[in-house]
């Protein structure tokens, strides 16, 4: 079956999705991504969707889910690139992404990406202090 | 002046889906619509398709009419499904209210995305979905 890639960037993940996706192929880039992050202790995770020209409701609840699986797995998740039509268009149909994070572009994407991971240690240093 | 043009694509799979994204994509470019129109057109294509998939157990089909009414053109998507129906169109088109596992944005999502929107649907008898957009 056809997939979306996954690279390996220093102690971050980065997808990059170029291809109109059907739902399975949603469904399994969610399923494999989880599986990296454990595998790899990933730290963060990078999503690119500034190929794609349209993000549904469908498409908006994956990345929602991708932000929330990885998350519990100790990992930080920034999606990246949306078109601004794309970003009007998913206002217009009531999606907000209020729990994904993102940024403008990869440069910037990464930069918020370390951030909220520095963020994390010292929020998981504070807890070990406390205890 | 374009010349009136009618596709009807079939709805059984979700491959269907991404075709049916495609064919309004293309459609757009040709008429000339701009990009936000395109996309808006495109994304509730996908969500009025996606709803056949998920709720009709037959599927669907959709047909791609391009119009054109004096200095205007516009396109225009039908979504005619076999499926259950609809008991509740107004419930239906609440935003949030789903009766399967959706965020609840498919039908009043797509409304919002387009000029025109009409709904018909009867329990047994399915459901039809027309939407329209004007350059």
């Excluded at chain 2, 059984?12 to 994509?25: A, I, K, L, N, W």
């Excluded at chain 2, 396109?75 to 609440?94: K, S």
């Excluded at chain 2, 789903?98 to 409304?111: E, F, I, N, P």
Aim: proline residues 2%; aromatic residues 2%.
């Amino acid at each position: 079956m056809e997939r979306i890639p996954i690279l390996r960037l220093g102690d971050c993940l980065l997808v990059s999705i170029q291809v109109d996706m059907h739902d399975r192929l949603a469904m399994a880039l969610q399923d494999d991504l989880t599986a990296k992050v454990v595998e790899s202790r990933a730290r963060g995770v990078l999503v690119d969707i500034s190929a794609i020209d349209m993000v549904d409701s469908f498409i908006g609840r994956m990345l929602g889910t991708i932000a929330a699986m990885t998350r519990a797995l100790g990992a930080e998740t920034v999606v990246v690139g949306m078109q601004p039509a794309v970003a009007i268009t998913l206002v217009e149909l009531g999606l907000t992404l209020s729990t994904v994070q993102t940024s403008l572009d990869i440069d910037s994407g990464i930069e918020l990406l370390q951030e909220l991971i520095a963020a994390d240690s010292v929020g998981a240093d504070r807890d070990r202090a406390g205890d | 002046m374009i010349a009136p043009a009618i596709e009807e694509l079939p709805l059984d799979s979700e491959h269907d889906v991404v075709s049916v994204r495609q064919t309004v994509r293309t459609a757009m470019s040709e008429m000339g619509f701009g990009l936000v129109d395109r996309t808006k057109m495109v994304t509730a294509a996908s969500e009025l398709a996606r709803n056949i998939m998920d709720y009709a157990d037959c599927g669907g089909v959709v047909r791609v009419e391009q119009l054109s009414e004096g200095l205007r053109v516009g396109l225009r998507l039908t979504f005619v499904d076999e499926g259950p129906g609809i008991a509740d169109v107004d419930l239906a088109l609440t935003d949030g209210y789903s009766s399967g596992d959706g965020l609840g944005l498919g039908l009043s999502g797509a409304r919002r995305l387009v000029n025109e929107f009409d709904i018909v649907s009867s329990p047994g008898r399915g459901t039809t979905v027309t939407v329209t957009r004007w350059r």
